[in-house]
């Protein structure tokens, strides 16, 4: 993992236009190169396998928690902010190797700021690379 590509703040369905390249060993959007990606919305799933579904009101993703995160008590209905390696997979939902996951449940207006946040990171950083090669 080559931490010197930045997370990007992103929707499932922003990651849905993200293309491999396999020569970085990442994904790009546009002129974009990224890895990992942090997201947030609401745990819809749970299985015994360590892994989750994550809905952020755009798609689906799948969550593979590994390590400690696998001990925590995760509840359907809560609200999280993922951090963690993008993984496209051939007929299945995508899925984030989990980094770092924090339940958010208890900040208020978390998801009207969260769409707000990734839409600022969108018009200011993301766009003008996206824009450049599409």
């Not at 009207?112 to 824009?131: I, T």
Request: charged share 20%; net charge negative.
């Amino acid at each position: 993992m080559d931490y010197s590509l930045a997370a990007l703040k992103l929707l499932c369905s922003q990651l849905k236009q993200a293309g491999e390249v396999p020569s970085q060993n990442s994904f790009a959007l546009g002129g974009l190169l990224f890895q990992r990606a942090w997201l947030q919305g609401v745990l819809v799933s749970a299985s015994d396998t360590g892994s989750l579904l994550l809905d952020d009101g755009t798609g689906l993703i799948e969550l593979s928690l590994t390590g400690e995160f696998r001990h925590r008590q995760w509840k359907l209905g809560m609200y999280v902010m993922v951090v963690g390696g993008y993984v496209a997979r051939v007929g299945e939902l995508p899925m984030i190797k989990i980094h770092k996951i924090v339940d958010l449940s208890s900040s208020p207006d978390r998801e009207a700021m969260w769409y707000l946040e990734v839409m600022e990171a969108y018009k200011m950083f993301y766009q003008p690379l996206v824009e450049e090669f599409t």
